[in-house]
């Protein structure tokens, strides 16, 4: 399986200190954060990743080069503007999905961290069109974004909704009626959604969508405390 790290976002929330670097490259236990999430995916077995960019995107490329040095293969899918979320993995899905155009991948956004072992993602059966790692709900998100119940997520059910976590396995044909240009994924799992195509679980552990300075902080002290920071493994 291949893997994408979302990476093309400006970072706005973050300045200054990504005034002059793009997120994906602020430290975290003296590595960027985007190196921890290819030590990461390349831990859990998987050696062809793509990575998107835009903003400051050729610090990336400068750093990470082609993952030999990681013992993988990257290539990158670069990106004049932003193309949010759903664009920016349709412009980079011939990288992704095989010859075929049917493979499905994992996804795991640039800026989010989650103490998992990504293997046990990677090994879940997926038969519909996308599998999402759900979290409980942080302060900064309470209302949710998708309800869990049996194995499936839905856009409404009873109880409280989870937060997705950033982290999914994706089916190209998820994207199949799509077409270049800027646009979000959220309507396209909704969409899978009604028809029963989207599954889910729910992890437990520590996760942390670093979106501000004073998250980053938190992480750095999370990390730590941690015995391996390169390769935290949950102990849920």
Not at 210 to 235: D, Y
Request: net charge negative.
């Amino acid at each position: 399986m291949k893997a994408m790290i979302l990476a093309a976002g400006l970072g706005t929330r973050m300045r200054p200190l990504t005034n002059h670097t793009p997120k994906p490259m602020l430290k975290v236990a003296g590595l960027p954060l985007i190196e921890h999430q290819v030590r990461r995916l390349v831990a859990a077995g998987i050696t062809d990743i793509v990575i998107n960019h835009a903003y400051l995107g050729e610090q990336i490329e400068e750093y990470l080069k082609d993952g030999s040095a990681f013992n993988c293969a990257i290539q990158y899918s670069s990106e004049s503007e932003p193309l949010e979320t759903g664009g920016g993995i349709f412009k980079a899905l011939p990288l992704l999905a095989g010859e075929g155009g049917d493979e499905p991948f994992l996804l795991v956004n640039g800026d989010v961290w989650l103490d998992m072992d990504y293997a046990s993602v990677i090994h879940t059966p997926v038969t519909g069109l996308a599998h999402l790692v759900m979290v409980s709900n942080p302060e900064f998100n309470p209302q949710g974004d998708f309800y869990l119940a049996n194995g499936l997520l839905a856009c409404e059910g009873s109880g409280s909704a989870l937060t997705f976590s950033g982290v999914s396995i994706l089916h190209p044909h998820l994207f199949k009626d799509c077409s270049p240009g800027i646009f979000k994924l959220a309507p396209l799992l909704k969409e899978a959604m009604t028809t029963q195509q989207v599954s889910g679980e729910l992890y437990e552990g520590f996760w942390l969508d670093v979106g501000t300075p004073e998250r980053l902080q938190h992480l750095i002290a999370h990390v730590s405390h941690s015995a391996n920071p390169q390769h935290v493994r949950s102990n849920t």
